[in-house]
């Protein structure tokens, strides 16, 4: 089975800090994605990366940035955190840039005080 | 306007019923379309996925497309407690976009 392994299930931060959520997945998968996903709005795009040192800004990139080293992590940062960031961060991977069948981590649940 | 939009319920149902679930969407270029079930305090997990019009079944759950009329819809028959989750639908040219998920309860 694919895994998709996200470091932190809950984190908890405080306003201005610079904080890091990391996702590794396993299965050699070329493409990886960001999300964040909030009652009543659903899964929105970050950033995704097609490629290792390769990103691209999602839906919602303002505050966020990210990072691909290493074809199996994907690291988002939040420069400066802030409390409209406070949400469920996902992580997710697929081999197929038509994009059917993402694998996704368990989720990281960030609150900013 | 929303590219995806979803009813997000709640939807509760005795074990048993048929349960149905809807999404529209308004890109016409979506060519994938997909729903995934979230079980709380878990990530969403690829449930089913059809490409183009028409339907699709697996066991309990049957996925049927429209893009006619940019409608999509799962329907669970036989629904058990079990299968009380989030269900997002999502749809893809390039990239995924998704709904903003129903949350289903099926009461024993």
């Known amino acids: 089975d694919v895994k998709v392994t996200q470091s932190s299930r809950y984190l908890v931060k405080r306003t201005g800090e610079k904080v890091f959520l990391e996702c590794v997945q396993d299965m050699d998968h070329e493409n990886m994605f960001w999300y964040r996903q909030d009652p009543g709005l659903g899964l929105r795009l970050i950033y995704f990366s097609y490629d290792v040192k390769m990103k691209e800004k999602g839906d919602i990139p303002e505050g966020y940035s990210v990072s691909r080293e290493k074809k199996e992590r994907f690291s988002l940062i939040l420069e400066s955190a802030s409390t409209n960031q406070t949400s469920m961060y996902l992580c997710?991977?697929?081999?197929?840039?038509?994009?059917?069948?993402?694998?996704f981590g368990s989720g990281t649940r960030l609150t900013v005080v | 306007q929303k590219e995806v939009e979803q009813d997000p319920g709640p939807l509760s149902v005795p074990e048993g019923a048929i349960v149905s679930l809807n999404c529209t969407y308004s890109?016409?270029?979506?060519?994938?379309f997909m729903w995934y079930r979230q079980y709380s305090r878990k990530g969403p997990e690829l449930l089913m996925y059809t490409y183009s019009s028409g339907n699709k079944e697996d066991g309990r759950f049957t996925a049927q497309v429209d893009k006619s009329s940019k409608y999509i819809s799962l329907f669970i028959r036989d629904s058990q407690p079990s299968d009380s989750a989030t269900y997002l639908c999502?749809?893809?040219?390039?990239?995924?976009?998704f709904g903003a998920g129903t949350t289903v309860t099926v009461r024993a």
């Open positions: 997710a991977s697929s081999t197929d840039r038509a994009n059917y069948g993402y694998t």
């Open positions: 999502a749809m893809s040219d390039y990239k995924l976009s």
């Open positions: 890109n016409s270029a979506f060519q994938y």
